[in-house]
């Protein structure tokens, strides 16, 4: 009997350890509903304008060919902010409204730069390839 008492103690908490790793509380849906997620650019300077239809989001990351850029500070709360480097600008300019602008490519492979977006706990990522200069 406490064989049989000690197995389905242990068979309920494995369920439970088990239904708790697979739900997931605060994975939010999509709060910032992005006009689009990827765009492709020439190898010329261009720049793309990406509206949304949530308010409440803010830039989290910015990467060009996987080398991640975080010298940059933002407030979240902030309606707009313009972050600058090297090759490329990316700015809220309204509630609404993300401006990304790249320098022209000067190499010969494809450039790619994602910018990451926070909304509480929902993360989206816009990512723009560029074409290799030519």
Same mark, same amino acid.
């Given at each position: 009997?406490?064989?049989?008492?000690?197995?389905?103690?242990?068979?309920?908490?494995?369920?439970?350890?088990?239904?708790?790793?697979?739900?997931?509380?605060?994975?939010?849906?999509?709060?910032?509903?992005?006009?689009?997620?990827?765009?492709?650019?020439?190898?010329?300077?261009?720049?793309?304008?990406?509206?949304?239809?949530?308010?409440?989001?803010?830039?989290?990351?910015?990467?060009?060919?996987?080398?991640?850029?975080?010298?940059?500070?933002?407030?979240?709360?902030?309606?707009? +902010?313009?972050? %600058?480097?090297?090759?490329?600008?990316?700015?809220?300019?309204?509630?609404?409204?993300?401006?990304?602008?790249?320098? %022209?490519?000067?190499?010969?492979?494809?450039?790619?730069?994602?910018?990451?977006? %926070?909304?509480?706990? +929902?993360?989206?990522?816009?990512?723009?390839?560029?074409?290799?200069?030519?």
């Amino acid at each position: 009997m406490r064989k049989l008492t000690g197995f389905i103690i242990m068979f309920l908490v494995s369920a439970m350890l088990l239904t708790s790793c697979i739900i997931k509380d605060g994975a939010w849906k999509d709060n910032i509903k992005l006009s689009a997620r990827s765009v492709e650019f020439n190898a010329q300077a261009d720049s793309v304008i990406i509206t949304t239809k949530g308010e409440w989001w803010w830039v989290c990351s910015i990467s060009v060919d996987s080398n991640f850029f975080s010298g940059f500070t933002i407030n979240p709360d902030s309606e707009n +902010y313009k972050i %600058e480097q090297d090759c490329f600008v990316v700015e809220r300019s309204d509630k609404h409204t993300l401006f990304i602008r790249l320098d %022209e490519n000067p190499v010969n492979t494809v450039r790619i730069v994602r910018v990451g977006l %926070e909304a509480g706990d +929902y993360f989206d990522t816009v990512t723009i390839t560029q074409k290799a200069k030519q």
